[in-house]
T-cell receptor
């Protein structure tokens, strides 16, 4: 079975400081990893993904994430936080050992989310 | 806007009511999904449709009944719900090999 853990329910960061939102995963095969962001009263928006290749993945709004296979982690980072980054962040994983139909549907498993608050 | 539209945005219903949630996408995606988002719990995948065919039902109670008349539309029919069914219901879609799912804004459901 695949699973995702986001160990922090809440992360507070001062504006302008670097931020990190943590995510660890568990899969039986190789993972596809994703970060989504949810602003108040909105659905989830895709931020970035790791499929293969470079361990450092760059995404939308200046965010990046580093895939670390030995630590089974995929932490989300940003060098300088903005107040507008305040939102709920979800990490998700798909185990590539799961059978994939020809239709390519996403059997994503999500974490419980981390609420990021950027303090002015 | 992600291209996935859900209506209504908010719904309050009694336990004996029957209502439906609607999801629509014109992104050319062939897969559509219903997720349930409850406070402090992971997103729960409820149903998956590929080319209008249901390919997954994650042990969802029969009081939730999905319908996918075509690849662009997905419904979730609700009847005799319980207060614990109150949650944000999210629709998503994806395309073959795209790896990324696009989500709607959700329907905030309150069962009274």
């Amino acid at each position: 079975a695949q699973s995702v853990a986001q160990p922090e329910d809440q992360v507070n960061v001062a504006e302008g400081n670097p931020l990190t939102v943590k995510c660890t995963y568990s899969v039986s095969g190789n993972p596809y990893l994703f970060w989504y962001v949810q602003y108040p009263n909105r659905g989830l928006q895709f931020l970035l993904k790791y499929i293969t290749g470079d361990n450092l993945v760059k995404g939308s709004y200046g965010f990046e994430a580093e895939f670390n296979k030995s630590q089974t982690s995929f932490h989300l980072k940003k060098p300088s936080a903005l107040v507008s980054d305040s939102a709920l962040y979800f990490c998700a994983v798909r185990d590539t050992s799961h059978p994939v139909s020809n239709f390519g549907n996403e059997k994503l498993t999500f974490g419980t989310g981390t609420r990021l608050t950027i303090i002015p | 806007e992600t291209g996935v539209t859900q209506t209504p945005r908010h719904l309050v219903m009694g336990m004996t009511n029957k209502k439906s949630l609607k999801c629509e996408q014109h992104l050319g995606h062939n897969a559509m999904y219903w997720y349930k988002q409850s406070a402090k719990k992971p997103l729960e995948l409820m149903f998956v449709y590929n080319f209008k065919e249901q390919t997954e039902n994650n042990s969802v109670p029969s009081r939730f009944s999905p319908e996918c008349p075509n690849s662009s539309h997905l419904f979730l029919h609700l009847h005799t719900l319980q207060p614990e069914d109150s949650a944000l219901y999210l629709c998503a879609s994806s395309r073959t090999g795209g790896f990324s799912a696009f989500f709607g804004q959700g329907t905030r459901l309150t069962v009274v």
